[in-house]
């Protein structure tokens, strides 16, 4: 005996009348649900910490390209790493570690033809004014301004992050709740990170 299962009646299309009636009803749901979250205080606390940390970061690049808040320091002791490269009887300098007469070392990365800076010698260091980060400095022999090799992760985090949010916020992805978490957390590691290091 053959016994036949149920068929599966078949599939109407939807007309393309009825297509276009379900994408505007998808995108009113859509844009209510922004409005909703927009109104939210987790939208309003979390968009205020991300402009916060976007304009942490564009201070401590500012900081290192232009004026910054300086302290005077002596040297107890100074070390150089010379280049292999040698123009005219002169050795390239690629770093000059420093030990404070308070025994706090700085490796100024200098790349440069500069004298050795002499034993108890006055040496400056620079710092942003919000987080009061150790990024550049001077030595007594060079007019110029010389990265702090440990600024130099902070450097690069600052400006990859601060980039990464303004392209986020460009195309408006703080209106959806993952992708704002996802900032949040990130932009909370990084600041953090800062604090820490």
């Given at each position: 005996?053959?016994?036949?299962?149920?068929?599966?009646?078949?599939?109407?299309?939807l007309?393309?009348?009825?297509?276009?009636?379900?994408?505007?009803?998808?995108?009113?749901?859509?844009?209510?649900?922004?409005?909703?979250?927009?109104?939210?205080?987790?939208?309003?606390?979390?968009?205020?910490?991300?402009?916060?940390?976007?304009?942490?970061?564009?201070?401590l690049?500012?900081?290192?390209?232009?004026?910054?808040?300086?302290?005077?320091?002596?040297?107890?002791?100074?070390?150089?790493?010379?280049?292999?490269?040698?123009?005219?009887?002169?050795?390239?300098?690629?770093?000059?570690?420093?030990?404070?007469?308070?025994?706090?070392?700085?490796?100024?990365?200098?790349?440069?033809?500069?004298?050795?800076?002499?034993?108890?010698?006055?040496?400056?260091?620079?710092?942003?004014?919000?987080?009061?980060?150790?990024?550049?400095g001077?030595?007594?022999?060079?007019?110029?301004?010389?990265?702090?090799?440990?600024?130099?992760?902070?450097?690069?985090?600052?400006?990859?992050?601060?980039?990464?949010?303004?392209?986020?916020?460009?195309?408006?992805?703080?209106?959806?709740?993952?992708?704002?978490r996802?900032?949040?957390?990130?932009?909370?590691?990084?600041?953090?990170?800062?604090?820490?290091?």
């Amino acid at each position: 005996m053959n016994t036949e299962g149920k068929k599966r009646p078949p599939r109407t299309p939807l007309s393309p009348e009825e297509v276009a009636e379900l994408v505007i009803l998808k995108k009113i749901r859509e844009h209510k649900k922004i409005a909703r979250f927009r109104k939210s205080p987790t939208y309003k606390i979390f968009n205020i910490f991300n402009v916060a940390c976007f304009f942490i970061y564009c201070e401590l690049f500012f900081c290192f390209l232009g004026p910054c808040h300086y302290q005077k320091h002596y040297s107890k002791s100074v070390s150089v790493e010379y280049s292999n490269h040698n123009t005219s009887n002169k050795f390239l300098i690629s770093s000059v570690k420093v030990t404070g007469v308070n025994n706090v070392q700085y490796e100024f990365l200098v790349n440069d033809f500069i004298a050795t800076p002499p034993k108890f010698s006055q040496f400056e260091v620079g710092k942003d004014f919000l987080l009061q980060k150790e990024i550049k400095g001077s030595i007594s022999t060079s007019p110029h301004q010389y990265r702090i090799q440990r600024a130099s992760p902070i450097l690069f985090l600052s400006v990859f992050v601060a980039v990464f949010s303004f392209i986020f916020f460009a195309y408006n992805l703080n209106q959806n709740p993952h992708s704002l978490r996802a900032i949040t957390s990130i932009n909370a590691v990084t600041v953090l990170a800062f604090i820490l290091i």
